[in-house]
Protein backbone atom coordinates (compact mmCIF):
# COMPACT_ATOMS: atom_id res chain seq x y z
CA UNK A 1 0.00 0.00 0.00
CA UNK A 2 2.73 2.19 0.76
CA UNK A 3 4.33 1.42 -2.54
CA UNK A 4 1.39 2.35 -4.12
CA UNK A 5 1.03 5.90 -2.48
CA UNK A 6 4.50 6.19 -3.20
CA UNK A 7 3.91 5.85 -7.11
CA UNK A 8 1.10 8.07 -6.92
CA UNK A 9 3.36 10.55 -5.14
CA UNK A 10 6.04 10.28 -8.00
CA UNK A 11 3.22 10.47 -11.25
CA UNK A 12 1.54 13.72 -9.72
CA UNK A 13 5.55 14.98 -8.94
CA UNK A 14 6.28 14.53 -12.73
CA UNK A 15 3.02 15.67 -14.14
CA UNK A 16 2.99 19.28 -11.96
CA UNK A 17 6.64 19.67 -13.25
CA UNK A 18 5.97 19.06 -16.50
CA UNK A 19 3.39 21.86 -16.04
CA UNK A 20 5.63 24.24 -14.59
CA UNK A 21 8.23 23.70 -17.29
CA UNK A 22 5.35 24.09 -20.16
CA UNK A 23 4.04 27.50 -17.78
CA UNK A 24 7.60 28.69 -17.36
CA UNK A 25 8.31 28.53 -21.37
CA UNK A 26 5.11 30.38 -22.12
CA UNK A 27 6.16 32.81 -19.84
CA UNK A 28 9.88 33.16 -21.26
CA UNK A 29 8.75 33.25 -24.35
CA UNK A 30 7.11 36.70 -23.47
CA UNK A 31 9.68 37.99 -21.13
CA UNK A 32 7.92 35.81 -18.39
CA UNK A 33 4.66 37.83 -19.17
CA UNK A 34 1.54 35.05 -18.70
CA UNK A 35 -0.66 35.05 -22.10
CA UNK A 36 -4.06 34.22 -23.60
CA UNK A 37 -5.41 33.50 -26.66
CA UNK A 38 -7.53 35.80 -28.99
CA UNK A 39 -10.12 34.33 -31.43
CA UNK A 40 -10.93 36.70 -34.05
CA UNK A 41 -13.95 36.94 -36.62
CA UNK A 42 -15.30 39.49 -38.65
CA UNK A 43 -18.73 40.50 -39.96
CA UNK A 44 -21.01 43.05 -41.62
CA UNK A 45 -24.02 45.24 -42.28
CA UNK A 46 -25.55 45.49 -45.79
CA UNK A 47 -24.92 48.07 -47.89
CA UNK A 48 -28.49 50.09 -49.01
CA UNK A 49 -27.64 52.31 -52.12
CA UNK A 50 -25.78 52.05 -55.18
CA UNK A 51 -26.97 48.38 -56.26
CA UNK A 52 -23.88 46.88 -55.21
CA UNK A 53 -23.93 43.34 -54.61
CA UNK A 54 -20.41 42.40 -53.21
CA UNK A 55 -18.05 44.60 -51.25
CA UNK A 56 -14.46 42.33 -51.87
CA UNK A 57 -11.54 43.66 -49.44
CA UNK A 58 -8.16 41.64 -48.99
CA UNK A 59 -6.30 41.79 -45.33
CA UNK A 60 -2.73 41.19 -45.85
CA UNK A 61 -1.93 42.00 -42.28
CA UNK A 62 -3.67 42.64 -38.59
CA UNK A 63 -1.89 44.76 -35.78
CA UNK A 64 -2.90 45.07 -32.22
CA UNK A 65 -1.83 48.92 -30.48
CA UNK A 66 0.17 47.87 -27.07
CA UNK A 67 1.70 50.68 -24.62
CA UNK A 68 0.83 53.32 -27.94
CA UNK A 69 3.26 50.90 -29.94
CA UNK A 70 1.55 49.20 -33.11
CA UNK A 71 2.75 45.40 -33.43
CA UNK A 72 2.23 42.58 -35.99
CA UNK A 73 0.19 39.62 -35.34
CA UNK A 74 2.45 37.18 -36.24
CA UNK A 75 0.04 34.48 -36.56
CA UNK A 76 -1.76 36.01 -39.16
CA UNK A 77 -2.22 33.79 -42.35
CA UNK A 78 -2.96 36.60 -45.07
CA UNK A 79 -3.82 37.80 -47.55
CA UNK A 80 -7.10 36.95 -47.09
CA UNK A 81 -10.12 38.14 -49.77
CA UNK A 82 -13.42 38.13 -48.11
CA UNK A 83 -16.80 39.21 -49.56
CA UNK A 84 -18.27 41.60 -46.74
CA UNK A 85 -21.73 41.35 -48.00
CA UNK A 86 -21.94 37.65 -47.31
CA UNK A 87 -21.46 38.06 -43.56
CA UNK A 88 -24.38 39.48 -42.44
CA UNK A 89 -27.49 38.29 -40.54
CA UNK A 90 -25.35 37.14 -37.38
CA UNK A 91 -22.80 35.61 -40.13
CA UNK A 92 -18.67 35.86 -39.57
CA UNK A 93 -15.39 34.66 -41.17
CA UNK A 94 -13.14 33.72 -38.96
CA UNK A 95 -9.52 35.08 -39.59
CA UNK A 96 -7.63 33.34 -36.41
CA UNK A 97 -6.86 32.69 -33.34
CA UNK A 98 -3.56 34.49 -31.54
CA UNK A 99 -1.83 34.15 -29.00
CA UNK A 100 -0.83 37.73 -27.06
CA UNK A 101 0.02 39.10 -23.84
CA UNK A 102 -2.97 39.16 -20.96
CA UNK A 103 -4.38 42.58 -20.31
CA UNK A 104 -6.85 45.35 -21.87
CA UNK A 105 -6.80 45.86 -25.78
CA UNK A 106 -8.59 48.63 -27.18
CA UNK A 107 -7.49 48.98 -31.06
CA UNK A 108 -6.65 47.03 -33.69
CA UNK A 109 -6.08 48.11 -37.25
CA UNK A 110 -6.71 45.97 -40.78
CA UNK A 111 -3.84 46.52 -43.17
CA UNK A 112 -5.13 46.26 -47.03
CA UNK A 113 -4.02 45.25 -50.59
CA UNK A 114 -5.19 48.35 -51.91
CA UNK A 115 -4.22 51.50 -53.94
CA UNK A 116 -4.43 54.52 -52.74
CA UNK A 117 -6.99 57.21 -55.13
CA UNK A 118 -4.98 60.09 -57.14
CA UNK A 119 -1.58 57.40 -57.65
CA UNK A 120 -2.41 56.91 -60.95
CA UNK A 121 -3.81 53.51 -60.15
CA UNK A 122 -7.52 52.87 -62.07
CA UNK A 123 -7.88 49.39 -60.76
CA UNK A 124 -7.74 47.50 -57.79
CA UNK A 125 -7.92 43.60 -57.56
CA UNK A 126 -7.96 43.28 -53.67
CA UNK A 127 -10.23 45.63 -52.95
CA UNK A 128 -13.47 46.52 -55.53
CA UNK A 129 -17.38 46.89 -55.60
CA UNK A 130 -19.05 44.36 -57.72
CA UNK A 131 -22.81 45.66 -59.20
CA UNK A 132 -26.28 44.07 -59.84
CA UNK A 133 -25.34 44.14 -63.61
CA UNK A 134 -22.31 42.45 -63.30
CA UNK A 135 -19.69 45.25 -63.44
CA UNK A 136 -17.00 46.17 -60.86
CA UNK A 137 -15.46 49.22 -59.49
CA UNK A 138 -12.24 49.86 -57.97
CA UNK A 139 -12.45 50.72 -54.01
CA UNK A 140 -9.81 52.79 -53.22
CA UNK A 141 -8.72 52.93 -49.12
CA UNK A 142 -6.84 56.19 -48.39
CA UNK A 143 -3.94 55.00 -46.25
CA UNK A 144 -5.23 51.41 -46.37
CA UNK A 145 -2.07 49.97 -47.13
CA UNK A 146 0.17 52.01 -45.21
CA UNK A 147 -1.97 52.95 -41.46
CA UNK A 148 -4.06 50.11 -42.02
CA UNK A 149 -8.33 50.18 -41.24
CA UNK A 150 -8.34 50.95 -37.58
CA UNK A 151 -11.16 49.16 -35.35
CA UNK A 152 -11.80 50.37 -31.89
CA UNK A 153 -13.31 48.41 -28.70
CA UNK A 154 -12.50 47.27 -25.51
CA UNK A 155 -11.31 44.00 -24.51
CA UNK A 156 -9.58 41.77 -22.29
CA UNK A 157 -7.57 38.90 -22.96
CA UNK A 158 -7.33 36.72 -19.39
CA UNK A 159 -4.33 34.77 -18.63
CA UNK A 160 -4.17 31.55 -19.76
CA UNK A 161 -7.92 31.97 -21.01
CA UNK A 162 -9.78 32.56 -24.50
CA UNK A 163 -11.20 35.56 -25.65
CA UNK A 164 -13.80 35.74 -28.80
CA UNK A 165 -14.09 39.28 -30.52
CA UNK A 166 -16.16 39.83 -33.92
CA UNK A 167 -15.19 43.33 -35.75
CA UNK A 168 -18.27 44.47 -36.47
CA UNK A 169 -17.44 46.30 -40.43
CA UNK A 170 -20.65 48.54 -41.14
CA UNK A 171 -20.07 49.05 -45.22
CA UNK A 172 -23.21 51.20 -45.11
CA UNK A 173 -21.12 53.88 -43.66
CA UNK A 174 -17.77 52.65 -44.56
CA UNK A 175 -18.11 52.76 -48.45
CA UNK A 176 -18.91 56.46 -50.25
CA UNK A 177 -18.44 58.21 -53.18
CA UNK A 178 -15.37 61.02 -53.38
CA UNK A 179 -16.69 64.23 -54.48
CA UNK A 180 -17.73 64.18 -57.99
CA UNK A 181 -14.96 62.10 -58.81
CA UNK A 182 -17.43 58.66 -59.14
CA UNK A 183 -14.92 56.77 -57.62
CA UNK A 184 -15.59 54.84 -54.02
CA UNK A 185 -13.42 55.08 -51.65
CA UNK A 186 -13.74 52.98 -48.30
CA UNK A 187 -13.95 54.71 -44.43
CA UNK A 188 -13.06 53.06 -41.87
CA UNK A 189 -15.95 52.27 -39.29
CA UNK A 190 -15.35 49.14 -37.53
CA UNK A 191 -16.36 48.93 -33.96
CA UNK A 192 -14.75 45.34 -32.13
CA UNK A 193 -17.80 43.53 -30.00
CA UNK A 194 -17.04 40.60 -27.34
CA UNK A 195 -19.14 37.83 -28.15
CA UNK A 196 -19.98 35.95 -25.01
CA UNK A 197 -20.84 39.78 -23.53
CA UNK A 198 -23.35 40.39 -26.97
CA UNK A 199 -26.77 39.43 -27.88
CA UNK A 200 -28.65 40.20 -30.57
CA UNK A 201 -32.30 41.77 -31.71
CA UNK A 202 -34.81 39.49 -33.93
CA UNK A 203 -37.52 41.99 -35.46
CA UNK A 204 -40.77 41.89 -37.61
CA UNK A 205 -42.72 44.48 -38.75
CA UNK A 206 -46.46 44.47 -38.84
CA UNK A 207 -48.84 45.95 -42.04
CA UNK A 208 -46.21 47.07 -44.11
CA UNK A 209 -47.48 48.49 -47.29
CA UNK A 210 -47.75 46.01 -50.03
CA UNK A 211 -49.34 48.16 -52.59
CA UNK A 212 -46.70 50.66 -53.18
CA UNK A 213 -44.52 49.75 -56.45
CA UNK A 214 -40.73 49.95 -55.43
CA UNK A 215 -41.10 50.69 -51.81
CA UNK A 216 -38.78 49.36 -49.47
CA UNK A 217 -38.28 49.90 -45.52
CA UNK A 218 -34.96 49.97 -43.41
CA UNK A 219 -34.19 49.69 -39.81
CA UNK A 220 -31.42 51.77 -38.09
CA UNK A 221 -30.14 50.97 -34.53
CA UNK A 222 -28.62 53.25 -32.17
CA UNK A 223 -27.86 53.55 -28.75
CA UNK A 224 -30.69 54.42 -26.65
CA UNK A 225 -30.80 58.35 -26.75
CA UNK A 226 -28.39 59.27 -29.37
CA UNK A 227 -30.15 59.89 -32.31
CA UNK A 228 -30.96 63.46 -33.81
CA UNK A 229 -33.59 64.21 -36.14
CA UNK A 230 -31.41 65.84 -38.14
CA UNK A 231 -29.52 63.16 -39.34
CA UNK A 232 -32.11 62.26 -41.79
CA UNK A 233 -31.27 65.50 -43.78
CA UNK A 234 -29.28 65.24 -46.86
CA UNK A 235 -25.71 64.54 -45.80
CA UNK A 236 -22.48 66.63 -46.48
CA UNK A 237 -19.65 65.35 -49.07
CA UNK A 238 -18.33 61.82 -48.42
CA UNK A 239 -21.04 61.10 -45.56
CA UNK A 240 -23.66 59.08 -45.43
CA UNK A 241 -27.07 59.52 -44.17
CA UNK A 242 -27.85 58.76 -40.20
CA UNK A 243 -24.14 58.82 -39.88
CA UNK A 244 -23.95 58.23 -36.05
CA UNK A 245 -26.03 54.64 -36.14
CA UNK A 246 -24.11 52.06 -34.89
CA UNK A 247 -25.72 49.78 -38.01
CA UNK A 248 -28.63 49.49 -40.37
CA UNK A 249 -30.56 46.10 -41.83
CA UNK A 250 -32.87 45.85 -45.03
CA UNK A 251 -36.28 44.50 -44.15
CA UNK A 252 -37.22 41.54 -45.66
CA UNK A 253 -40.23 40.67 -47.99
CA UNK A 254 -41.47 39.54 -44.66
CA UNK A 255 -41.07 41.87 -42.68
CA UNK A 256 -38.23 40.45 -41.06
CA UNK A 257 -34.71 42.28 -39.61
CA UNK A 258 -31.89 41.26 -37.55
CA UNK A 259 -28.97 43.39 -35.85
CA UNK A 260 -26.21 40.75 -34.11
CA UNK A 261 -23.27 41.03 -32.41
CA UNK A 262 -24.77 44.07 -29.84
CA UNK A 263 -23.30 44.58 -26.59
CA UNK A 264 -25.65 44.90 -23.44
CA UNK A 265 -27.54 47.86 -23.40
CA UNK A 266 -30.57 49.92 -24.38
CA UNK A 267 -31.16 50.58 -28.20
CA UNK A 268 -33.00 52.71 -30.29
CA UNK A 269 -34.67 51.70 -33.54
CA UNK A 270 -35.33 54.21 -36.46
CA UNK A 271 -37.46 53.17 -39.16
CA UNK A 272 -37.59 54.54 -42.88
CA UNK A 273 -38.99 54.02 -46.12
CA UNK A 274 -36.67 54.39 -49.26
CA UNK A 275 -38.53 54.22 -52.81
CA UNK A 276 -36.40 52.84 -55.77
CA UNK A 277 -34.00 52.59 -53.28
CA UNK A 278 -33.60 56.21 -52.56
CA UNK A 279 -34.81 57.70 -48.79
CA UNK A 280 -38.01 58.73 -48.54
CA UNK A 281 -38.94 59.39 -45.18
CA UNK A 282 -38.51 58.79 -41.44
CA UNK A 283 -41.74 56.19 -40.38
CA UNK A 284 -40.46 57.13 -36.50
CA UNK A 285 -38.86 55.60 -33.21
CA UNK A 286 -39.03 52.65 -31.33
CA UNK A 287 -37.16 53.49 -28.11
CA UNK A 288 -35.25 51.72 -25.63
CA UNK A 289 -35.16 47.87 -26.27
CA UNK A 290 -33.00 46.39 -23.90
CA UNK A 291 -30.16 44.11 -25.30
CA UNK A 292 -28.71 40.77 -22.64
CA UNK A 293 -25.82 39.25 -23.70
CA UNK A 294 -26.25 35.42 -25.07
CA UNK A 295 -30.11 36.67 -25.16
CA UNK A 296 -32.37 37.01 -28.41
CA UNK A 297 -34.38 39.57 -28.11
CA UNK A 298 -37.88 39.82 -30.36
CA UNK A 299 -39.60 42.49 -31.32
CA UNK A 300 -42.55 42.93 -33.22
CA UNK A 301 -43.56 47.05 -34.48
CA UNK A 302 -46.80 47.89 -35.58
CA UNK A 303 -46.02 50.60 -38.51
CA UNK A 304 -49.55 52.16 -38.18
CA UNK A 305 -48.70 52.77 -34.60
CA UNK A 306 -45.47 55.02 -35.21
CA UNK A 307 -44.71 58.19 -34.64
Known sequence: ??????????????????????????????????????????????IDAYDITGVFITITGIEYNQENTWMVLEEFDGPVTLNLLELTD???????????????????RF????????????????????????????????????TGYKAVGEFIIPAEGDIYVTAD?????SVVVAGNSGKFILKPTI???????SGEIEGT?????????????LVYIYEAGTYDEAEADD???????????????????DGNFMFAFLPEG???????TTLDGEFSEVLGLVEEIEVIRNVTTVVEIDITGLE
Open 1 to 46: MRQLRNFAFLFTLIGLTAFLITSCQKDADLGGKTTGTLHLSITDAP
Open 90 to 108: GISAQLGSFELEAGTYTQL
Open 111 to 146: MLDAPEMGNGSHANPGCYLEFGDGTTEPLFVPSGAQ
Open 169 to 173: FDVRK
Open 191 to 197: RLVVEDR
Open 205 to 217: LLNMDEETEGLGY
Open 235 to 253: PAEEEPRFPNAISSKLVDE
Open 266 to 272: LYDLVLI
